[in-house]
């Protein structure tokens, strides 16, 4: 494993067999940029589906019911063509993932809310990688895996996770409360919902997408070292 002997750093991510075409881009551009290589891609085991068709309206009326505004967004987006950045690109044309050993696994439920990956691959993983990075297929990580590699496990926030924690909406609440500026968090994830250590925070004007507004705040990046 490099992280002992060199700059390196072995890449591990948790991922289903597509992901968004813009995590597909952080992961090229990582491997393009630093010295880092994907060596394991961890997947659950495939599932024998049944019929849902019940289970699933349930879940789905149970979601307008608790959420009726954020519903009608979902709504509306579902009428919209998807943006070409939240395309799905198979995980396999990532350069390295070819050859990546793929790890597969069937997570279980921790003892609240969230998965726990189970302890043979949380071994696994910790002998393996040095980082961990959790990609479109994993929910909520709890337990051993977050302190299992070196660097623990990385995930995105969109929004200012300082400002908008545990929250969903992918740049809403910003609009919503007339902030000049959006961005995108990338954190070391602990257990408790986005409260995990910063490694990059980057914000974006957003000020010229309201009218008669002007663009007052400056792209910036603050990075934060990765413990």
Not at 43 to 68: D, F, H, I, S, W
Not at 101 to 111: L, M, S
Not at 156 to 183: C, K, L, P, Q, S
Request: charged share 25%; with cysteine; hydrophobic share 35%.
């Amino acid at each position: 494993m490099g992280a002992d002997t060199d700059d390196s750093l072995d890449i591990g991510v948790l991922c289903s067999d597509a992901i968004p075409r813009w995590q597909r881009r952080a992961l090229d551009r990582a491997i393009a940029e630093t010295s880092a290589e994907i060596t394991h891609v961890v997947m659950k085991e495939p599932e024998v589906r049944g019929c849902r068709t019940v289970p699933y309206y349930r879940r789905a009326l149970r979601r307008v019911r608790n959420y009726p505004l954020w519903s009608l967004v979902g709504v509306g987006r579902s009428l919209t063509p998807t943006p070409e950045h939240e395309r799905f690109d198979p995980i396999s044309d990532v350069e390295g993932v070819s050859t990546a050993e793929r790890v597969y696994c069937r997570p279980e439920p921790a003892d609240d809310f969230g998965v726990e990956l189970p302890a043979p691959v949380v071994d696994e993983l910790a002998a393996a990688v040095d980082v961990l990075v959790r990609c479109h297929g994993f929910g909520i990580l709890k337990g051993e895996i977050l302190q299992a590699p070196q660097h623990g496990v990385l995930s995105y926030h969109f929004g200012d996770i300082n400002e908008y924690r545990g929250r969903m909406g992918r740049g809403f609440w910003e609009f919503v409360g007339g902030d000049a500026a959006t961005g995108v968090t990338l954190q070391q994830i602990t257990e408790t919902i986005d409260g995990g250590g910063i490694v990059v925070l980057e914000r974006v004007n957003i000020d010229v997408c309201t009218p008669g507004r002007r663009s007052s705040v400056a792209v910036t990046s603050s990075r934060r070292g990765c413990s």
